[in-house]
Nanobody, 115 residues
């Protein structure tokens, strides 16, 4: 069964860095569309970065320059590196992929930015 499993969240101080990982399980092919989203407290979920199988990326303009999305196609793993983290980045971060025409989200990993 297809599923996405995130890891790497935690508590980090303002200005710190964090790298999130996501394993795409239950498939034998390399999906095209993958992404990271987040849901901040009291806000709607938003997509912060996308990456296609060919490596094409896009970023939420407000975060561009502080985050980097990447993937390992051989392992079907997705990553999100975040730098210069701010308290406003506190959120649950979710892995996202379209698998055989169906959109999947992971269970999320909590990132808390606090002194």
């Amino acid at each position: 069964q297809e599923r996405l499993v995130e890891s790497g969240g935690g508590l980090v101080q303002p200005g710190g860095s964090l790298k999130l990982s996501c394993k795409i399980l239950g498939i034998s092919y390399r999906p095209n569309f993958t992404a990271w989203g987040r849901q901040r407290p009291g806000k709607k979920r938003e997509v912060v970065a996308t990456i296609l199988r060919n490596g094409t990326t896009s970023y939420l303009p407000s975060l561009k320059g502080r985050i980097t999305i990447s993937r390992d196609n051989a392992k079907n793993e997705l990553y999100l590196e975040m730098n210069s983290l701010e308290p406003e980045d506190t959120a649950v971060y979710y892995c996202n992929a379209i698998l055989m025409g169906t959109e999947y989200w992971g269970q999320g990993t909590q990132v808390t930015v606090s002194p």
